[in-house]
């Protein structure tokens, strides 16, 4: 059922500013080192001042334990992955992870962060942490809530806000996703669904709004104490406020022994953090004054937003496009000679300063009736192939800004070499800008993240506008 957005506005507001002192409490005891596995780079959509590694190497998961900052992320970009490498990946993390923190003596909390509307390797990420680690896990904690994406969660059900309207997550595109599809909403059922009936809705932990809004702490302390057997714990969440509700009986519940793994979007990454809210960025923090080359933008999602998003870039006079066919990704040879030429044309027009966009077609290669395995493997090296243009490029941009998660997760970590990178905030709401490191392929240059599935319809538009 739709709902009017006007329904978040129904429910009691907080005492500010007694929240923000139990909050603050609670997390100047909490020492635990927190790590996030992220399967896109889109994670740090609320976060700054931590830094993101792109492999998962001995090196520097012990890096991230040294740090003097208590959270990292590792940037999986398990969204592209087959279920046979997923699960090779996250068992070498978490293997990983638990021999540093058993070196180290230093607790840890591990989170699966995800799409905030549902997509994604699940439950077989968090199904692979839990059978890996050598201590029980009594729960996993779902919260994919995500104001700036317009994703909340009402009443156990998952809506996204389309034009002013709360739509259940399964009426959306998202949920038609030909690798991640799902039909269920309500987030017990949704769970029910991708569990092959494993975990029944019935017996799942639901954290409702009213509880959070009342402060109930110790009600939600007792429902997190009784969990068992990995059962699930949904949390229901408008506002940040709501997880700092949340944050503050978790804390609890870990006090008293209990363990959890997590399954969320990114909000709760800067909860958990105790992040402090930052400015959005403005240009001076962007764009590097003394380069005359033109920005670059990539485009490689396909979700509807980013199409409408690139139609409205388009109407720049400045920017000029280079449309990448991507369909040639069925002919071996035409696929070689097209990423020829797209170097070739972004090099060119980079070198005398024009903006330049670089898109793949928009419309996905669909092989037909359970062919979904293949079309992934397709969409992986359509984006190689575009990886390989950036990685190749001469001219050393004044930005680049990449569109969609998986597209920004292989030029950052693969055409640019990125391999620890600051995030440096966001340019606008859900969007984060990285920081390159030293030994990339551009140095100190700021990296714009924008999901495919974030943002106004003119929000590209304008963010090459001001930048230009």
Not at 142 to 155: D, K, L, V
Request: hydrophobic share 35%.
């Amino acid at each position: 059922m739709y709902m009017d957005i006007s329904v978040l506005d129904r429910y009691k507001n907080y005492n500010e500013i007694e929240l923000q002192q139990q909050y603050d409490l609670k997390m100047k005891n909490f020492k635990h080192k927190i790590i996030i596995l992220d399967d896109d780079p889109t994670g740090v959509q609320k976060v700054h001042g931590v830094h993101v590694y792109t492999d998962w190497s001995e090196s520097s998961i012990l890096d991230g334990f040294q740090s003097n900052e208590q959270m990292f992320f590792i940037l999986t970009n398990s969204r592209s992955f087959s279920e046979e490498k997923t699960i090779e990946v996250y068992k070498e993390i978490t293997e990983t992870v638990e021999r540093i923190s058993e070196q180290s003596n230093l607790p840890y909390l591990l989170i699966s962060r995800s799409d905030s509307t549902l997509r994604g390797h699940y439950p077989l990420e968090t199904e692979v942490i839990h059978d890996t680690m050598k201590r029980s896990v009594e729960g996993e904690i779902m919260i994919p809530f995500f104001r700036e994406g317009g994703r909340y969660t009402i009443e156990n059900v998952h809506y996204v806000e389309i034009n002013g309207e709360l739509v259940p997550t399964a009426e959306t595109e998202f949920a038609k996703d030909r690798t991640f599809g799902f039909s269920k909403s309500h987030l017990g059922e949704y769970i029910e669904e991708k569990t092959s009936g494993a975990f029944k809705k019935e017996e799942m932990v639901y954290i409702q709004l009213d509880d959070l809004r009342e402060l109930r702490i110790e009600k939600i302390v007792n429902q997190l104490i009784n969990v068992c057997d990995f059962n699930k714990v949904i949390v229901n969440a408008i506002s940040d406020n709501d997880l700092k509700v949340f944050m503050i009986a978790l804390i609890k519940a870990i006090h008293y022994g209990k363990r959890f793994l997590f399954r969320t979007a990114a909000t709760f990454t800067k909860v958990v953090g105790n992040i402090p809210d930052k400015s959005l960025l403005n240009i001076d923090e962007i764009v590097q004054k003394n380069n005359p080359a033109g920005g670059l933008i990539i485009v490689g999602s396909h979700v509807k937003k980013t199409t409408q998003q690139l139609k409205e870039l388009l109407k720049l006079k400045h920017v000029a496009p280079i449309e990448f066919n991507s369909d040639l990704v069925l002919n071996e040879e035409k696929f070689k000679e097209e990423i020829q030429y797209c170097i070739r044309e972004l090099d060119e027009k980079l070198g005398k300063g024009e903006t330049c966009v670089i898109y793949t077609k928009r419309n996905r290669l669909d092989l037909g009736e359970g062919m979904a395995e293949k079309e992934l493997m397709l969409s992986v090296q359509i984006s190689i192939g575009l990886t390989q243009i950036i990685e190749a490029l001469t001219c050393k941009p004044r930005y680049i800004i990449a569109k969609g998660g998986i597209t920004s997760s292989e030029i950052g970590a693969k055409a640019l070499h990125v391999k620890k990178a600051l995030v440096m905030g966001q340019v606008l709401p859900g969007i984060p800008v990285w920081k390159t490191d030293e030994d990339s392929k551009y140095p100190n240059i700021a990296y714009i993240i924008f999901p495919g599935n974030v943002g106004k319809i003119t929000d590209l538009y304008h963010i090459v506008k001001e930048l230009c």
